[in-house]
């Protein structure tokens, strides 16, 4: 059984650091691609960010490109998000999953985890 586990998140200040972290099991880790998405409080699940099996792409959103980086390392079965110059608009639910495909689409990502909070004041 799959399972992936988010920590990390918190409250911090505009213009603050997080960095998330994802560990998974249950599942060959180093054989699928990963992503980050998230949810506002009232919103749609967006995408953040994704990265092939073996770190050779990473893709990102729009709102997050510049500010944010994904990483793994398949020797601890963890995917990382370190988010930089954070900004009140990335307050949410913060979601790892693994997916089928390398992609910014929800439906090609089989398994998520619980979701770790961030949240930025202003």
């Known amino acids: 059984q799959v399972q992936l586990v988010e920590s990390g998140g918190g409250l911090v200040q505009a213009g603050g650091s997080l960095r998330l972290s994802c560990v998974a099991s249950g599942r060959t880790f180093n054989s699928d691609p990963m992503g980050w998405f998230r949810q506002p409080l009232g919103e749609e699940r967006e995408f953040v960010a994704a990265?092939?099996?073996?770190?050779?792409?990473?893709y990102y959103g729009s709102s997050t490109k510049g500010r944010f980086t994904v990483s793994r390392d398949n020797a601890k079965n963890t995917l990382y998000l370190q988010m930089n110059s954070l900004e009140p608009e990335d307050t949410g639910i913060y979601y790892c999953?693994?997916?089928?495909?390398?992609?910014?689409?929800?439906?090609?990502?089989?398994?998520w985890g619980q979701g770790t909070q961030v949240t930025v004041s202003s």
């Open positions: 990265i092939t099996h073996n770190s050779s792409l990473s």
């Open positions: 999953a693994r997916g089928k495909k390398f992609s910014d689409w929800e439906a090609n990502y089989g398994y």
